[in-house]
């Protein structure tokens, strides 16, 4: 007779131990994983590539390239911007654009000098207002324009340029953040003095506030390019972004190409996070470089 057979059944099988310090350490392993991703969201800048085809572009532009840095708020990537910069670098832009909230605290100044110098160094580059500039004192607003353009950054001050290409022109223009002074010239009154003084020619816009797009579509502008929205800070499969100006959700126009009417809206989803709450992340909604090239329609 066996031994089981005299105690009269089967041994159970010992339970193993389990181990708390293993669990820990899984723990401890995906937190620090959730947490790279959760900073790669937030700070894992891509360069993201439209083609934006345009009705009345003219054909000497056609397969211009803009490279388009909004909403920086102050962050560098790199040192002295250096990873940015070198981002710009290969895609050999025709042209810069930087559509507003560049930074957020007048300690941020001192970013300015290498990223200015190194982007003029690319290409044309160009400047417009958002509204963190506006929410700093005016003389802050005054000495970043002033240092832009030592640096070979043109501000455009409710301003446009004429560009040329290939023996054609278009129209550049920029507006202020109506953050700013009350009597700053409105975009309508822009478009009016462009048309008197160059009438028929294309015009690209470049206004930081996504969300005002039916106003520069009546004004009667061609192309827009806007920053602003950060994407709506949280993207959803089929949805868009989820959070808009004044905590809005589902709000309009937050990432890439839009139309309405003869006027097309470009949107970049910007490269910083800033301190407001609820706006100090993104989800699903990397920063973005974003490179336009302008196709004839």
């Not at 207002?129 to 929410?135: D, R, V, Y």
């Not at 008197?196 to 061609?222: K, S, V």
Request: glycine share 12%.
């Amino acid at each position: 007779m066996t031994t089981t057979e005299r105690s009269g059944g089967s041994r159970r099988p010992r339970r193993k131990r389990r181990h708390p310090l293993r669990w820990l350490a899984g723990l401890a392993v995906a937190a620090l994983g959730g947490w790279a991703w959760f900073q790669w969201q937030c700070w894992g800048v891509s360069a993201t590539h439209t083609d934006a085809v345009l009705t009345g572009l003219p054909g000497g532009f056609d397969g211009y390239k803009i490279v388009q840095l909004s909403d920086l708020h102050g962050h560098e990537y790199g040192e002295g911007s250096g990873d940015l910069l070198a981002m710009v670098a290969r895609e050999s832009p025709d042209l810069i654009v930087l559509t507003g909230d560049l930074i957020d605290q007048k300690g941020q100044l001192e970013m300015i000098p290498p990223l200015a110098q190194g982007l003029s160094a690319i290409a044309p580059a160009y400047y417009i207002t958002g509204n963190h500039e506006w929410a700093l004192k005016k003389d802050t607003v005054a000495a970043l324009k002033s240092l832009l353009a030592q640096c070979g950054v043109t501000p455009l001050t409710n301003q446009y340029e004429i560009l040329e290409r290939d023996g054609e022109r278009m129209v550049l223009a920029g507006v202020e953040d109506p953050n700013g002074y009350a009597d700053h010239t409105t975009p309508q009154e822009l478009y009016a003095r462009i048309q008197e003084e160059a009438p028929g020619l294309f015009t690209l816009l470049l206004a930081h506030r996504n969300d005002r797009f039916e106003e520069y579509a009546a004004a009667g502008y061609d192309f827009i390019m806007s920053g602003h929205g950060h994407g709506g800070i949280v993207r959803l499969p089929f949805v868009g972004g989820l959070v808009g100006t004044g905590r809005r959700f589902f709000p309009d126009w937050t990432s890439g190409l839009y139309t309405l009417g003869d006027s097309t809206l470009f949107v970049s989803r910007g490269l910083g996070n800033n301190t407001v709450p609820f706006q100090g992340f993104r989800l699903f909604n990397r920063p973005e470089l974003a490179v336009v090239t302008l196709r004839r329609g």
